[in-house]
């Protein structure tokens, strides 16, 4: 299995991250009460394809209908943007685009909210995000693969709530999944060893409550089993000498874009 992309994919893969990361970042005004999923879809879909000449790896993906993912609440991921489905305030939402740019993906998601944050969804969002951010702070090559899934589970654990374990994070170059896979909880058969130019997603799913998850009849759009309340974040990454590099990095995140982890 080799993983490691050459010079030229890493250039094209630090264009296709940008963009992806330029939408979230786009649309960020437009998610408030009253919009339905079908409109932040919509938003998405003209900014990826006419201002952007990209295109997204959602739509059609095994027959996904829509060009991004919206996961609303109870919602882990792969939720389907519907014009019926409006948001509220006090809902969550996951945002998650895929794009497709010179024939490479960039991968990348975070949670908005609606109005007036909750105690509960601000406390999940955040341990989410830091859970992510905590995995970000280790990678460098000469580590195994689990040591991710290790940091993220110790985390969201010690604060009281759980991982899921049906989905990982995943290679990504020229097709949307590839290997290896990237558990976000300890499994030590996850143990290939992290070399310099692989790239990959880091994308924990977290629930208030059980990590239980359940598919719904659309063959798409995954509860939480016990409707608890779930949060995620994802980016896709670049090991270097050092640490990684963050290609899927929003301007105003709280972490440096280049880390430098190896002591
Ligand atoms: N973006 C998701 C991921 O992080 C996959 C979505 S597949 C879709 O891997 F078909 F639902 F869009
Ligand atoms: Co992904
Ligand atoms: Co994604």
Redesign the pocket.
Known sequence: MNCIKTDSEIKKMRTSGRLAAEVLEMIEKYIKPNMSTEDINQICHDFIVHEKKALS??LG??G?PKSI?TSVNDVV??GIPNKKQILQEGDIINV?I?IIKNNYHG?T?KMFFIGKKSILSQRLCKVAQESLYRALKIVQPGIPLYTIGETIQNYVEENDFSVVKEYCG?GIGRN??EEPHVLHYKNKENNIILKKGMIF?I?PMINAGSPQVKCMKDG?TVKTKDRSLSAQY?HTILVTEYGCDILTYQKNEKISPKLVNKK
Do not use: I, V
């Open positions: 790896a959602c993906y095994h996904f993912c991921c792969h998650d895929t991968d998601s995943h949307f999944h997603t994308e798409w994802e």
